[in-house]
């Protein structure tokens, strides 16, 4: 699937909310996304967890149902017909969601755990792999090769920005060039922008800068971009602080989409 996606010259975008609230949300977000990547002629994968794992305090949002979010995931994939990505965090969890997405995620914090990666290669799936805010690009290339070894070619490798002190992330764009010798790479612009670990148990977020993070993103030649958005971040469930508003996403794709041209222009 990752020769599909990068099979134009412009960008593909792995886009929607941070956790599966509920039907109608996930469908009207992806219907927004779907109508500008079309337009625009960028290869879009609609992103969603149907469970969120990692979460500062144990009374977390952390999802409406496993079950019940899968089935909305493949409902979004079965109404529009574009392909859906979702994390997982156990070997266990790789076949069953398999079932219903198109790509399976592993979250920054896993990307080192084999058993995890080598369960999602067996599904034959597209195995997104976000790199650790703790390694380096270099150390990336193992995780890659992980994903190969038990017989899946299909991979790519998500920047999300590397820990810096205690509650920022900084993105050293390097890294796009160095990783791209694995594997294609997408750079998580929202993510990137958290400030985690804050004192009351919230992580935190710039979301006024995640333009600038998508345009430096593209100059620098990225394959993709990640991101999180939805209809009211500040009512959102997860990672409202560091999402785009939706109503906001056609101007940034359009904006990006431009700059794409232009730089793909200058590398002829």
Do not use: W
């Amino acid at each position: 699937m990752i020769k599909q996606l990068t099979s134009t010259e412009q960008f593909f975008l792995l886009a929607g909310p941070c956790v599966i609230e509920g039907e109608q949300m996930a469908l009207d977000i992806a219907e927004k996304a779907m109508n500008i990547t079309t337009r625009l002629g960028i290869p879009y994968v609609f992103k969603g967890s149907y469970r969120k794992a990692n979460r500062s305090r144990i009374d977390s949002f952390t999802g409406i149902g496993d079950e019940k979010a899968l089935k909305i995931l493949r409902k979004v994939r079965e109404t529009f017909g574009i392909p859906v990505v979702t994390d997982i965090h156990t070997a266990e969890e790789a076949p069953i969601a398999a079932q219903y997405v198109d790509v399976l995620q592993i979250p920054a914090f896993l990307c080192r755990q084999t058993d995890l990666l080598v369960a999602a290669a067996h599904t034959g799936r597209m195995v997104n792999i976000k790199k650790g805010q703790f390694l380096s690009p270099e150390a990336m290339q193992f995780a890659v090769q992980k994903v190969r070894d038990a017989g899946n070619d299909d991979v790519a490798i998500t920047e999300r920005g590397t820990t810096f002190g205690y509650q920022d992330l900084m993105v050293d764009f390097r890294g796009v060039k160095v990783m791209q010798q694995f594997a294609p790479v997408i750079v998580d612009i929202t993510h990137s922008l958290q400030q985690p670990n804050q004192t009351r148990g919230v992580t935190g977020g710039l979301p006024e800068f995640i333009e600038l993070m998508a345009r430096a993103s593209i100059a620098v030649g990225a394959d993709g971009l990640f991101l999180e958005t939805h209809q009211d971040p500040s009512v959102a469930k997860s990672d409202g602080a560091n999402m785009l508003r939706l109503d906001l996403l056609e101007g940034l794709l359009t904006r990006c989409a431009t700059l794409r041209h232009t730089v793909a222009s200058l590398d002829r």
